[in-house]
C-alpha cells in the first residue's frame, strides 16, 4: 500500500512494459489515476474494466506537456516514458537517433517537472519518480542512452536539493535489463533486438513495479533516494557475469 497522503498519481508511457504494470498496482489503491502514453489503444481498453484517466499525448510537444498538465493536481508523478534508440553509443547512432531520443528521454522529464512540480510545492505534498537505468549510474557502450540517463541521475540528485525543505519527495529508479519492448525501440535490427533481451534471466515489469511502489509506501519523513536493480545474473554493466549453472553449487 502507498503512502495515504497522496490522492493521484500520473504515470507517463503508461501503455507498455514497466509504466504498464506500475499502472496496473494503482488500481488497488484509493487513488485519482492519469495514465499518459502517445498511443492510448491499449489503454482505452483496460478502462472498460478500470476506473482511471487517459491522457493522450506525444511527449515530444511541448506545448501540450504544459496545457494539459500544469493544471492538474498531482501528488505522485511517474516519468517513465523513454526510448532506447542510440543505445549502440554514438558512433552508430544517426543524428536523429540522438535528437529524438534526448527529446524524450531528458527534454520531456524536465517540462513535465516543471509543469507540475510547482503545484505540489504549493499544496506542501508530492512524490516525484524518475526512471533512471543501471546504464546512467555505470558506464556501458552507451554514451547516447547512457549519457541521457545519467542526465537522469543527476536531475534527480540536483532536484532532491532544490525541493529540500518543500515536503516533496524525489525517488530515482535505475533498472537492469527487464523484459519489455525496449529492446525493439534500441535496435533497428530484429536479431540485435533479440540479442540484447537474452543470455540471462531478465527482470520483468513487475520487479521494477516492485521498486516503485515500495518508495511511495514510506512515511512521509523518509525519502527513498535510488533503488538499483539489476537482474540475479547481471553484472551492473549489463552484461551476464554468473553462468546460468554455477559451477560450485550446482
Ligand atoms: N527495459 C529495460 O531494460 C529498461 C532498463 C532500464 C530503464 N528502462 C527505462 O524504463 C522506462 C520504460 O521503458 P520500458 O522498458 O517499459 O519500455 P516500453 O515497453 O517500450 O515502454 C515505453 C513506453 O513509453 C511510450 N512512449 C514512447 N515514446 C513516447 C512519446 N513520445 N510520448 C509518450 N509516450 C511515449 C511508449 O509508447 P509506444 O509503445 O507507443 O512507443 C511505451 O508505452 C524507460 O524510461 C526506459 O528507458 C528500461
Known amino acids: 500500500m502507498i503512502n495515504k497522503i497522496y490522492k493521484s498519481v500520473l504515470i507517463t508511457g503508461a501503455s507498455s512494459g514497466i509504466g504498464l504494470e506500475t499502472l496496473k498496482r494503482f488500481f488497488k489503491e484509493n487513488i485519482i489515476i492519469y495514465a499518459l502514453d502517445k498511443d492510448v489503444s491499449k489503454l482505452e481498453k483496460l478502462q472498460r474494466k478500470h476506473k482511471f484517466n487517459i491522457i493522450q499525448m506525444n511527449l515530444f510537444d511541448t506545448d501540450e506537456i504544459y496545457n494539459k498538465l500544469s493544471n492538474l493536481k498531482i501528488d505522485i508523478i511517474i516519468c517513465n516514458a523513454g526510448i532506447g534508440r542510440g543505445a549502440e553509443g554514438i558512433l552508430k547512432a544517426s543524428r536523429e537517433d540522438i535528437e529524438v531520443s534526448t527529446k524524450l528521454n531528458v527534454e520531456s522529464y524536465l517540462h513535465t517537472l516543471k509543469a507540475i512540480v510547482p503545484g505540489m510545492i504549493k499544496r506542501r505534498k508530492g512524490h516525484v519518480v524518475l526512471m533512471g537505468s543501471l546504464a546512467g549510474l555505470y558506464p556501458q557502450i552507451s554514451s547516447v542512452y547512457g ?15 532544490e525541493l529540500s525543505g518543500s515536503r516533496v519527495k524525489v525517488s530515482e529508479i535505475c533498472p537492469g535489463r527487464t523484459k519489455t519492448n525496449f529492446g525493439k525501440s534500441a535496435f533497428k535490427n530484429k536479431d540485435k533486438a533479440k540479442k540484447f533481451m537474452s543470455g540471462f534471466t531478465l527482470l520483468e515489469p513487475r520487479d521494477i513495479a516492485d521498486a516503485i511502489m515500495f ?19 547481471q553484472s551492473p554493466g549489463g552484461v551476464p557475469i554468473i553462468p546460468v549453472k554455477d559451477p560450485i553449487l550446482s
Open 147 to 161: 549519457g541521457q540517463k545519467g542526465a537522469i541521475h543527476r536531475i534527480a540528485q540536483s532536484l532532491r536539493i
Open 215 to 233: 518508495s511511495l509506501s514510506v512515511r512521509w519523513r523518509s525519502n527513498i533516494s535510488t533503488i538499483e536493480i539489476s537482474g540475479t545474473e
